[in-house]
Structure formats: structure tokens, C-alpha cells
């Protein structure tokens, strides 16, 4: 799992673990949840189900008002990498504001992952625990759920690699991430991984164990030969990589990328300490991989041109005249919306076409959905969402290669106009994957990735699904990201400069390294130590761990409104930079649409938003001409244009200028959904003597809700500027406003 992948599954896991409450007698209470004909079944291969809910209250203790919600039973094969079957189980809070989460390893009996979650402890007026009072916490719970044998075997906390790499919220959770050694030799990936949330409660637990045997640990290959094959031959690849996993600010770099220099699995990086050869991640002998493009066209049409149903329609049309055969169109068959990384929503519409060429009644439809940035986001046969697998033993699969063939001219057909911008992902399918492609009639499915100036983009790809039986590519998704943002697009450095770079970082060392979970363990060499990139412009080595800690602010401890920055900061409303947060200084015209833009995700205020923006020419960008698309801010203020949080009027938006009390109060009414009444004055009594016209009704609304507090009874002071604390605390009050009493 990806560093990104693991740090959005720690959001959803924000409050405390193991609380010490009176346990829920669990024995028997998912009574007759499974078919009879299951539950022997799985008897015969471990734990039943009330073994492992026995279990699990010898390792835990569950709260008494959490009651079990469900339980699942993984068998081996079903998508499981672990090496047994698993039992999954879950209690939820009467209330529904707390969650437990429990896998258990259904044949030893083993914790192999906790998880809870509880909205009360994510209070922000509780103080937080020291580095040491966490660490004491996570050995307590390993002592308790781990075995001794495997406990000795551990390595300090956070001395090698994260297993995963994964950091977390580093104001919010500590992680101790301990690496299995076996005699004094690490084996990367595999140990145990403690997450403390900053009350002192474990919030997370992760097991991996490799429970094969492992290769003799004597190496034939000296370190000094090692050393000089990384030297000649191992090397990182240029990607543009998003600048939210290097800063830490998810929301403000949402579509920001910055040119590294990153080991990805297919790079050269290990030496097989038995047989001297250059490894890749995957295990395999490294080869220089060249990736390019499936072609030269790129896409010129600009980003922000907004189009209408008429005009996509026209394109779908366009498009499926590209296909073998004839079809008649049937018309728009509905559409939706979908929110990009920077929030802003695009509209899509599917169109419907009927082929003639084929003959008889079971002829399957095509459906094409255009957005309304007249691009291809779906291409499907029939009905879509097809099974990954069809439950039945195909007697002939067409070949991956073949698929893969099918895969890339269905691309080609149909996005030729970006082949420059597009390349393959070519990954060998596993045994697992093949033995399920003619066992169960599992679909093929192809990745391809986007390029910019003819360099990967990191995690931007689509899919396309192929049909085993037929050999037919019989879908293509097509995810709209945005726009790339990068202030630098050539690499100033080579490959051979930024490895050398990570060497200084790290130490040469033998380790076992697991390539997957269907591979046997290897003994190699790699160099192991602090993790990061590079960047390719400077030459500078970014730490993942140093920028984590900048994260960490410092400048809000005692602070009269620490509880709404606390709020502000967890919400990702205000960002950490280099350890501040500056509470005491203004509150810019961008700070504050920033925020408000992203009250708007939430569930609070996000369905009262929802169908706004019908007609097509309303959704035409509106320009101011200090926000052109290279601004940061350009997304967030197209999107709140869009959701009516700013009007459409003026020709500059003023970003960096302070905002005034009055300007705070309208956009606070408009995100309330008074947006429409702010243009009757007439029907509102300004509570203030000093509120002109035009500001009564934002200013009377703000009073009535018990917002923005002036320190005096007849003046609102509408032109005083507001400090990033008082646009925090402003924030915080407008969710209370909307929350259910």
C-alpha cells in the first residue's frame, strides 16, 4: 500500500483505542449470522466464529455500549494477502459516534489488525500526551496482543522503515512502526505498526509477519561489491510528484506537483546477496525500463472552457464513428457530477448508442459519458460494472498479451488526440491473477498512467477492462484530475546525481526483503535509512520525516482560541508552514474563501449546495484577472464561484488583501445558504449603528447566529481586518450552527 493510500485510511481513524470499560460478553451474540453450511466450513479450517470472538476478548476490551455490527470470514483467496484465512468483526457504538474494527487471523488465533474510532476523543480542548508517554502506551498493548516470541524479535521503534511507510497526522498520532529482526538482520516490511492518537490511546494496529521459512542469512556477496553494482547501476526515476505529500498541506497543493527523483518498483535497487544479481522491488533482474508514450498528440483544447449537453453530445457522436461497425444513437441517458482533487465539480453526460451491425435481440448498448470539459471519462458495453469475476471456469482465455493488445487500441481509438500525454503500465499478471482468470472468469484489467512533457505523473492513471473470454475491451474509465500545476518542468540534475544524493542518506545493509505476498523471501542489499526523494531541481533531499515534523504546530499552545486553531488545523482549514501557524496575523481575502471553500465538503453544509449551477451558461468560468490558472487559489475560488460563496462581480479578487469583518459575515450567509437574501436589505434591522446598506443583511444574519462578537453594542466595526485565530473560531461556530441539537 502506498505512503498516500495509508495516510487517507489514518483519517478515517482519528480518536482513541482500547479503552479499559466493562467488556461486552461476546460469545454467542452473531448467533446464526452465517449459513450453517459456512460456519462448517470454516470449523474445519480454523477458528469458528465464536472462537474468534472468544479470542478477541482475551486481547481486548471492547466497550459495553458497542455493539457487534457484523463479521465476515475471508477466505485465503479472496483478495486476502495475508497467508491464512481471516476473520474481520466490528462493534459499533450505540450512538454511532465509535467503531472497532478487528481482523483475526482465523487458524493461529492472532491479532493481525485494530482499529477504533471514537468522535468524543476528538476534542480539542484535550491536552496531548508526550513522545514517551505514547511509546509506553503502544508496548503496553503489544505486550498484551503480541507473543513474546515475536515481541523479542522486535527492533526499536521507528528504526528502520515504516511498515507500511506510513506517518500519519504528526500532530494528532504518534506511530512506532518496529521492524522484525531476525539474529541481526532486519526484514524490511514485515513486524508490527502502533499508532497512539495524542490523548495516549492506541488508535491503530497493523500486523505483518511472513510465517515461511526465511533463506540462510550468510551472504556470499561482499558489502564492497554490493556497494559498487548499486553505484553503477541502481538509479531513482523522474516523476512529477504531488506536492501535498511533500508538504503535508492535502488541501492547498491538491493539484501542485514538483519534479523528484523516486525509486518506483521497477527501478534497480537491491543485489541478491547469494547470486550477486541486480534486483528490482519486484525481485526480478533489474532491466532499464523506458517508459513512453503511446503516441505525440497532446490535448490542446484549454482547461477551463466549459461545454453543454448539446456540445457533448456531439462528441460522443464523434467518437463512436471511431469504432468498427454502425450504431444508432438513443440519446442522453442522464449524468452526474464528480469533485476533482481541488473540490471544483465537473459535470458529466452519458449518451446511449444501439449497434446495427450486430445481429440478434441480445446486442448490448455503448454508452459514452463526455464531460463538461468535452473529455472522455467513460466508455463501457451493456450495462458496465462488471464482476471482477463471472463465478465459472472459462475452457479458453484469450492471453494477457492479447488483452493487453485489446487494452491499448481501444486507447488509441478513442483518445488519440492525448496519446503523447498517456503510457502503459505494463505489470506481468501474478499466478493468483491467472489461475483466477480461468478458474472464475476473472476480468483482465490494463493501467495506463499520464505524462506531462513526456515524464510520469505520480498516481494519475486510468483503466481499462477486457473481457477474457472475447478478447473485447469492454470498458474505459477515465478520471478527470485537473490541471497540472508544477512551477518547474525540466530536471536540473540526472538520475546518477539524485542516487548518489539518497546514498548520503542512508546506510548500505543487508536485509530480507518480501516482493509479494506469492514470493519467497530474499536476502539482499539496499541501502536503508531515512525516507524521501529528491528533488530533481535543486538536488535537495526532501526527508519525509523532517517535513512531517514542520506539520507540528508551535506557535498555538496557550493561545486564547487553541481550540478553534486546533479545530482549524484538524480540518484542514489552515496550514501548517514550517512549524507555524501564525495565528495573530491577518486573515487574507484567499484564506478565508480557502476555508470556507472547504466547509463546503462537509456533509453539514455540502447537500444544501447540491444541484446549484443548472444551466450550462451559468457555469461558465467567471475571471478575475489577478486568479489566472497558474495562481494556487485558482481552484478554490473557481469552486466557491461555483457554490455562490463569493459573488460574480468585480475584475479582481484581491487575494492577498486582509478581509474585513463585513466580508467575513457575507461569505459566512452565503455558506449558511442566505445567499439569495443578501440582496434585499430591506428586509433586515441592522442590530449595529456603523453597518452601512449593503452589509445589513450579512451583519444581522452573523448577529442572529451568534458569529463574528463585537466588543462593542452598537458598532460592528465592519472594516476591521480578522486574525487567522478569529477566521478559525469563525469557522468552528459556523459548524455548530449547522450541527443537530
Do not use: C
Request: aromatic content about 8%.
Amino acid at each position: 500500500m502506498t505512503r498516500k493510500k495509508m495516510l487517507r485510511v489514518a483519517a478515517g481513524f482519528s480518536a482513541a483505542v482500547l479503552l479499559t470499560g466493562v467488556p461486552v460478553p461476546l460469545a454467542g451474540v452473531w448467533e446464526n449470522s452465517l449459513p450453517s453450511a459456512l460456519a462448517a466450513e470454516q470449523r474445519a479450517d480454523g477458528l469458528t466464529q465464536e472462537q474468534a470472538i472468544q479470542q478477541v476478548s482475551k486481547l481486548l476490551n471492547i466497550p459495553a455500549d458497542y455493539k457487534p455490527e457484523r463479521s465476515y470470514y475471508k477466505k485465503k483467496d479472496q483478495k486476502n494477502s495475508f497467508d491464512h484465512p481471516l476473520w474481520s468483526l466490528t462493534w459499533v457504538k450505540d450512538s454511532g459516534e465509535g467503531r472497532v474494527s478487528v481482523n483475526v487471523d482465523a487458524v493461529t488465533g492472532q491479532l493481525v489488525y485494530y482499529s477504533h474510532h471514537n468522535e468524543k476523543w476528538e476534542s480539542d480542548s484535550l491536552s496531548a500526551v508526550s513522545e514517551e508517554q505514547a511509546l509506553r502506551a503502544a508496548e503496553q498493548f503489544l505486550e498484551r496482543v503480541l507473543p513474546k516470541v515475536e515481541r523479542e524479535k522486535l527492533s526499536k521503534p521507528n528504526e528502520y522503515p515504516g511498515l507500511p511507510n506510513f506517518t500519519g497526522d504528526p500532530w494528532r498520532t504518534r506511530v512506532f512502526s518496529y521492524t522484525r529482526m531476525e539474529d541481526d538482520t532486519p526484514f524490511l516490511g514485515n513486524g508490527v505498526l502502533v499508532i497512539v492518537e495524542r490523548t495516549g490511546e492506541v488508535i491503530m494496529f497493523i500486523r505483518n509477519w511472513y510465517q515461511g521459512e526465511l533463506p540462510d542469512a550468510k551472504a556470499v556477496i561482499q558489502p564492497d561489491e554490493a556497494e559498487r553494482l548499486l553505484a553503477e547501476k541502481a538509479a531513482p526515476s523522474l516523476f512529477y510528484s504531488l506536492e501535498s505529500e511533500l508538504t503535508g498541506r492535502y488541501q492547498e497543493d491538491s493539484n501542485r506537483y514538483r519534479l523528484v527523483y523516486r525509486y518506483v518498483q521497477t527501478d534497480p535497487q537491491f543485489v541478491d546477496a547469494t547470486t550477486g544479481k541486480l534486483l528490482n522491488a519486484l525481485g526480478e533482474p533489474a532491466e532499464e525500463v523506458d517508459i513512453k508514450p503511446l503516441g505525440t498528440t497532446v490535448n490542446s483544447r484549454a482547461a477551463d472552457k466549459l461545454i453543454g449537453k448539446e456540445e457533448a453530445q456531439k462528441i460522443a457522436e464523434e467518437l463512436v464513428k471511431r469504432l468498427p461497425g454502425s450504431y444508432r444513437s438513443d440519446g442522453s441517458r442522464g449524468g452526474g457530477a464528480r469533485s476533482g482533487a481541488d473540490g471544483v465539480e465537473s459535470r458529466y453526460w452519458r449518451f446511449e448508442f444501439t449497434p446495427l451491425h450486430v445481429q440478434g435481440k441480445n446486442a448490448e448498448p455503448i454508452v459514452i459519458s463526455i464531460s463538461d470539459r468535452g473529455e472522455l471519462v467513460e466508455y463501457r458495453i451493456g450495462e458496465g460494472l462488471f464482476p471482477a469475476e463471472r463465478g465459472r471456469k472459462i475452457e479458453k482465455a484469450v492471453s494477457w498479451t492479447a488483452a493487453q493488445e485489446s487494452a491499448v487500441k481501444l486507447v488509441k481509438t478513442l483518445l488519440s488526440e492525448r496519446l503523447g500525454d498517456i503510457y502503459l503500465i505494463d505489470r506481468k499478471p501474478s499466478r493468483t491473477i491467472e489461475e483466477e482468470v480461468r478458474e472464475q472468469g476473472r476480468n483482465y484489467v490494463f493501467t495506463f498512467g499520464w505524462m506531462k512533457n513526456g515524464i510520469p505523473i505520480e498516481d494519475r492513471n486510468f483503466r481499462v477492462i477486457v473481457n477474457p473470454e472475447t478478447g473485447e475491451a469492454e470498458e474505459l474509465n477515465v478520471y478527470e484530475y485537473g490541471p497540472v500545476s508544477a512551477e518547474e518542468t525540466a530536471a536540473k540534475i540526472d538520475r546518477k546525481a539524485a542516487a548518489k544524493t539518497e546514498r548520503e542518506q542512508k546506510k548500505l545493509m543487508l536485509a530480507y526483503h518480501l516482493p509479494d505476498s506469492e514470493s519467497k523471501p530474499l536476502l539482499v542489499y539496499g541501502y536503508v535509512g531515512d525516507e524521501g526523494v529528491v528533488d530533481a531541481v535543486t538536488g535537495e533531499w526532501l526527508s519525509f520525516a523532517d517535513l512531517r515534523k514542520k506539520e507540528i504546530p508551535q506557535d498555538i499552545d496557550n493561545h486564547p482560541e487553541q481550540a478553534a486553531l486546533q479545530f482549524a488545523i484538524r480540518e484542514g482549514l489552515l496550514t501548517v508552514t514550517d512549524g507555524k501557524v501564525e495565528p495573530d496575523k491577518a486573515a487574507t481575502r484567499g484564506d478565508m474563501v480557502q476555508m470556507m471553500a472547504r466547509m463546503v465538503n462537509r456533509i453539514e453544509f455540502h447537500r444544501q449546495f447540491s444541484g446549484l449551477d443548472d444551466d450550462d451558461e451559468d457555469r461558465q468560468p467567471y475571471r478575475f484577472a489577478d486568479v489566472d490558472e497558474n495562481h494556487p487559489l485558482y481552484g478554490v475560488i473557481k469552486k466557491a464561484i461555483q457554490y455562490g460563496l463569493i459573488p460574480k462581480e468585480g475584475t479582481r479578487f484581491e487575494p492577498d488583501r486582509p478581509v474585513t469583518r463585513g466580508e467575513a459575515a457575507e461569505m459566512a450567509a452565503r455558506l449558511l445558504g442566505y445567499g439569495e437574501l443578501l440582496e434585499k436589505p430591506g428586509l433586515f434591522a441592522s442590530p449595529y449603528r456603523d453597518v452601512e446598506k449593503r452589509l445589513v443583511p450579512a451583519v444581522a444574519l452573523a448577529h442572529a447566529y451568534g458569529l463574528l462578537p463585537s466588543g462593542s453594542p452598537d458598532a460592528f466595526q465592519p472594516d476591521k481586518t480578522l486574525t487567522r485565530a478569529e477566521a478559525a473560531k469563525l469557522m468552528k461556530a459556523l459548524l455548530e450552527v449547522r450541527k443537530p441539537k
